[in-house]
């Protein structure tokens, strides 16, 4: 979507919305932020919060234990004889 469309779907004016993604305008109200995300479909919290999300130690655990296993099945596979 371009910069002019969200900001014509969000009822701003364009220069509101291309100061915000400059940085010219830092402190944007809660209101302007509300209209942008509606916009977007989206919630005003994926303004702030990172978007990754969090691994647990067992995730990364059993993804560990899963590139184990397909790395020895691979070396295995490359050690057999051809025939």
């Known amino acids: 979507m371009l ?13 509101c919305l291309s100061n915000i993604e400059k940085g010219k305008y830092r402190n944007p109200t809660w209101n ?10 989206s919630e005003i919290s994926a303004f702030f919060l990172p ?3 969090p691994v647990s130690p ?3 655990a059993l993804t560990e ?3 184990m296993i397909v790395r020895e099945k691979l070396e295995n596979v ?6």
């Open 3 to 15: 910069q002019y469309e969200l900001a014509r779907k969000a009822g701003i004016p364009a220069s």
């Open 32 to 41: 302007i932020l509300s209209k942008i995300a509606f916009a977007l479909d």
């Open 51 to 53: 978007d990754e999300r």
């Open 58 to 60: 067992s995730q990364i």
């Open 65 to 67: 234990l899963i590139e």
């Open 78 to 83: 490359l050690k057999e004889p051809r025939k």
